[in-house]
């Protein structure tokens, strides 16, 4: 086959562009003035582009990196306008931000007339190379050692920067034999022609010899070197490191010193350190590895003992595989490896920094490492923190935001103009769900980004005032209250606060909380409300008590006297009676409030007929409803409505509500009480023509101590408790009250229901015992007046009477008259009423006799404590003769109260 015939792929053109392009070279061939370029496929390569681009200037200069950018365009003019070569390396970057390393060398072809036609060269990509170069910078500057190496010709041509920090002189001056200029003068030539012949030798060397400081001092160091050979045995130069022997050196020989100065050195530093060799198994697989070298530290950082010529299985059995995986692929790849892991068999984590050493053969790997177990354990409290922060500000009630001020507001500016600033450059930067909520938005997301105006309105002067006291306090302010109105309408309140975080003079963001405190200013308003009505109340019952003494004074001043008619003394006799009346029911009012309240009064249920419980209420109110010649209307029906209740708390019910009725109503206006059966209730009404309620006081005429209009506007007495009370003991007998006005000046109208009493009880009995007056009674009080004056009334009404004036003597009265019936006061000296109590009743006369307590006391425990000593009914003073009687013959009657 002719030259011509043969095929195109064994054409020496074609072999030469195949093993271009198999050997990675990037070929360029552009044509001046540059526009589009030619490019063969690795140097679209080395840009990041595909095969089947098309390159441009424009798109060369864009891809390189941005550093290099400058540079490169320069050397191109230069290359072109100076006809100099063009060697650069530089940087490219991809679309995604990958990165190459790239060695360009070119030139520029000129025409016979000296113009640039053409921009030839070729490209190579070094990012392995330089890559390593980097990783070996870093090692070696990251090493306790001074490391350096040389080319082939004895040159140096690297220094780390240990050695710089220990000469003071820069890596660049040091180069070449630059590093000779450290050199002590009297070791100079000396250690000069030693490195020389180490060269021509081609074999390691150690030298010592004395090193200039920064400061102008000299110290002895060892200056060793190991040969570095390439793939095929040649000679590429050396490698070494200085070691500073200076303190050692005339004790010790120059390899022990050198080695001690290495291992004191590694004991300074704060990291552990150790050589460890990688001990493969039968299958040329990583198996464990055996400690060679340690320092001080490892022991502390591991807690390992005396590890140096033991295997990590022998001293940690359980280590985790993943120790001698790591360090076994450094020992075979010798690619250094950073990493931070922790080893659960040790209970420690370590940041390693791994490298191979030595020869590849050796299979040594240098590990230099921090424990940092208590730098895991915080962070991860750390993030147990933030989950507790996030926890906390979603459980909380109260609104907490985060806001950022770009830029920071400047501290030193007017406290205006701060305000301002905070206006406008403060941004939320986060809040949780309450927060949100307040402000009426769904999600917290939807709050990030706004700024204060959406917080707080800057045209009102609280919120300046407000600001202003929070700028004059470096923002640190307490809560500051706000009354806002809701979406619904209604008021509510806010406390707020505003914490700020201030850096080098600026406020830089601020943490604040928004907390609603409605219901607390509701709480106050209602207690300042209630204080004010105990004030008026107190007052209100200053004025009631002194009304009935007046007369009462009066009258007894009259009876004091004497020389008046019997009619007169009746009528001053029934003065002081009504008077005193009016006292027991306003006391007995509060001491009902005050057992209601507690939870202490108990009702005594019996079957009733309810028309006699409202006609013994008439009866109880006549005087009252006569005073003041107020008519009062009965409807009541004539077939039984039967209830089962207390009759005395019923009476109770409907006598305040009469006497409600006659206290606000104009002389002579009626009242009309009438009851009707309707389902399964008794449904009561009280009406009236009186000066009724206005319509914002219907819902409160039932409150404690409440008394409509002003004081001074209350001239119709009483506590305001009668309708409290009424509606509570309504409520204990499972009963509603209810109060209607057509408004004020047009009467008003009670209504009570009441559960009628079951088919069961309807026909029970509901008679009293009613026994006779007579019998020997014995009165034991030590206030004379009252034991006395009681003691003329019971005689009066046909009891046989003798008095004692304490328990003693009580008890002396009652063994030579052995009376029928005692009634006895509870305090009194030398025995009381339960101890002469329990005395009567140890005898046989006493166990047959009828014995009441007669006292002020009145407590639940005082009846407890009453019926435990042996007394058959308990009675509160004052009390009306005739209750008395009731209650003495209804005791002797065996009816016990």
Not at 685 to 710: M, P, S
Request: proline fraction near 4%; hydrophobic fraction near 40%.
């Amino acid at each position: 086959m002719s030259k011509q015939q043969q095929p195109q792929s064994t054409r020496p053109s074609d072999r030469l562009d195949a093993a271009v392009r198999t050997a990675g070279v990037g070929v360029w061939l552009n044509p001046l003035p540059l526009g589009d370029l030619i490019w063969n496929d690795n140097t679209k390569a080395h840009f990041h582009l595909p095969q089947d681009a098309h390159p441009t200037a424009e798109l060369f200069f864009a891809r390189l990196h941005v550093d290099d950018r400058e540079r490169v365009r320069q050397a191109v003019t230069r290359t072109v306008e100076d006809r100099r070569p063009f060697d650069e390396v530089y940087r490219t970057v991809g679309p995604q931000g990958q990165e190459k390393w790239i060695h360009a060398v070119g030139r520029a072809v000129f025409s016979d007339e000296g113009v640039a036609i053409q921009f030839d060269g070729i490209t190579l990509d070094v990012t392995s190379a330089i890559t390593a170069q980097q990783q070996l910078r870093e090692f070696a500057d990251s090493a306790p050692a001074m490391l350096w190496s040389t080319e082939a010709d004895g040159l140096c041509s690297f220094l780390s920067r240990g050695w710089s920090r220990f000469t003071g002189m820069p890596e660049a001056a040091g180069l070449g034999f630059g590093w000779l200029e450290t050199v002590h003068p009297e070791e100079r030539l000396a250690a000069h022609e030693a490195f020389v012949r180490a060269t021509e030798q081609r074999c390691a060397f150690s030298l010592e010899h004395r090193v200039r400081r920064p400061d102008g001092s000299y110290s002895w160091v060892v200056d060793a070197g190991q040969p570095r050979l390439g793939p095929n045995g040649e000679f590429l130069g050396f490698a070494g490191s200085v070691t500073d022997i200076h303190e050692r050196r005339e004790v010790e020989q120059a390899l022990r010193r050198s080695n001690q100065r290495y291992g004191r050195l590694l004991a300074s530093i704060d990291q552990g350190f150790c050589v460890v060799q990688i001990l493969l198994d039968d299958q040329a697989r990583p198996a464990d590895y055996r400690f060679l070298e340690c320092n001080a530290v490892f022991e502390r950082q591991t807690g390992l003992v005396e590890p140096v010529g033991r295997t990590a299985r022998e001293l940690v059995p359980n280590l985790e595989e993943f120790w001698f995986q790591t360090y076994g692929k450094v020992g075979i790849t010798r690619e250094p490896v950073r990493f931070t892991h922790g080893s659960s068999a040790m209970g420690r984590w370590f940041d390693v920094f791994a490298s191979p050493i030595g020869e590849g053969q050796d299979l040594q790997v240098a590990i230099l490492f921090q424990d940092v177990s208590l730098r895991i354990e915080q962070e991860r409290r750390l993030r147990e923190s933030e989950e507790r922060y996030r926890g906390f500000l979603a459980s909380t009630s109260e609104g907490i935001w985060r806001m950022e001020f770009q830029p920071p507001v400047d501290l030193q500016m007017a406290p205006g103009e701060q305000i301002n600033a905070l206006f406008a450059q403060g941004r939320l930067a986060e809040c949780n769900s309450v927060f949100a909520r307040m402000h009426g938005l769904a999600e917290p997301e939807a709050a990030v980004g706004r700024g204060l105006g959406w917080m707080f309105d800057a045209a009102d002067p609280r919120v300046q005032l407000h600001l202003d006291k929070l700028v004059q306090a470096g923002y640190r302010s307490g809560e500051g209250e706000w009354l806002v109105v809701a979406p619904n309408g209604q008021p509510e309140w806010f406390a707020s606060t505003f914490l700020g975080v201030v850096e080098d003079g600026s406020l830089v963001r601020a943490w604040g909380t928004r907390r609603d405190i409605t219901a607390r200013k509701r709480a106050e308003a209602a207690l300042l409300e209630a204080d004010q009505r105990k004030d008026e109340f107190l007052a209100t019952l200053a004025h009631e008590l002194r009304n009935p003494l007046a007369p009462i004074r009066s009258a007894a001043e009259l009876i004091r006297r004497g020389g008046q008619d019997e009619a007169r003394l009746q009528r001053h006799a029934a003065v002081i009676g009504r008077q005193v009346t009016h006292l027991a029911r306003m006391i007995d009012d509060l001491m009902d409030v005050s057992r209601i309240t507690r939870g202490k009064l108990e009702l005594s249920l019996a079957p009733l007929v309810l028309q006699d419980v409202l006609r013994a209420a008439c009866e109880s109110t006549h005087a009252a409803l006569q005073a003041d010649a107020h008519t009062l209307t009965l409807d009541l029906p004539e077939i039984p409505v039967r209830i089962l209740g207390d009759e005395v708390r019923l009476v109770q019910i409907f006598s305040n509500l009469l006497t409600n009725a006659a206290r606000y109503s104009a002389r002579g206006r009626p009242v009309e009480l009438s009851l009707l059966g309707m389902g399964e209730h008794a449904v009561v009404r009280v009406l009236d023509q009186g000066i009724g309620i206005a319509a914002d006081q219907l819902q409160r005429v039932f409150e404690l101590f409440y008394q409509g209009g002003t004081p001074s506007e209350r001239g119709h007495g009483g506590l305001g408790i009668g309708l409290s009370l009424v509606q509570q003991l309504t409520a204990l007998h499972h009963g509603t009250v209810q109060a209607s006005s057509p408004g004020l000046g047009h009467g008003s109208e009670f209504v009570v229901r009441l559960p009628l009493a079951g088919p069961e009880l309807a026909s029970a009995d509901t008679s009293t015992v009613d026994g006779s007056r007579s019998g020997r009674l014995l009165i034991v009080d030590d206030q004379r007046d009252g034991a006395d004056t009681l003691a003329d009334v019971m005689s009066s009404m046909g009891y046989e009477v003798s008095t004692a004036y304490d328990g003693v003597e009580g008890l002396a009265q009652a063994e030579a008259t052995r009376p029928d019936i005692a009634v006895l006061d509870l305090g009194m000296p030398r025995m009381d009423g339960y101890g002469l109590c329990r005395a009567l009743r140890e005898h046989d006369w006493g166990r047959r006799m009828t014995v009441l307590a007669l006292s002020g006391w009145g407590q639940t425990a005082d009846r407890e404590r009453s019926r435990a000593a042996g007394f058959d009914v308990h009675l509160v003073k004052p009390i009306d003769p005739q209750a008395l009687v009731h209650a003495i013959e209804r005791a002797r009657a065996g009816c016990r109260d």
